[in-house]
């Protein structure tokens, strides 16, 4: 009975641990006093975005999220000089549907080749999804 908790306390950690990405620390003052839906912290991290490249980070899946009839997904997005998190507007669930029917079930899933459109008019910054190569769940 003993060896069976020991491996079912094992398969559960191990799952745990497989699904969590990697940790990060933000160094960056507005992504600190400013919250991911706020006009400061979203022009910032455009311009880190656009500042590092797309191809030169990395996202993983947080939570997915519905306001006023609009469906997005939370991300965190980090390399060695970004830690921060956006909030991308989906339109096309087709390579992503998992993400929505499993609400919360894919959290910590890594997004290989995440593409996102940044939309910027004036002080106004959205993110919106635009491909992904996979999923790493």
Not at 27 to 50: A, V
Not at 109 to 133: H, P, Q, S, T
Request: aromatic fraction near 12%; charged fraction near 30%.
């Amino acid at each position: 009975m003993k060896t069976l908790t020991t491996v079912f306390i094992s398969i559960i950690l191990f799952t745990y641990i497989a699904c969590d990405r990697p940790n990060c620390k933000n160094t960056n003052p507005i992504f600190d006093k400013f919250s991911p839906e706020s006009s400061e912290y979203k022009l910032e991290l455009s311009k880190q975005i656009q500042s590092v490249g797309f191809e030169n980070l990395d996202y993983w899946f947080d939570k997915y999220l519905k306001i006023n009839d609009k469906e997005y997904i939370e991300i965190n997005v980090q390399n060695d000089s970004v830690c921060a998190k956006a909030i991308v507007e989906v339109k096309n669930w087709s390579k992503i549907e998992g993400l929505r029917k499993e609400i919360n079930g894919y959290r910590g899933a890594k997004l290989n080749c995440l593409r996102m459109r940044i939309e910027r008019v004036g002080n106004k910054v959205d993110f919106i999804y635009e491909d992904i190569a996979n999923i790493e769940d």
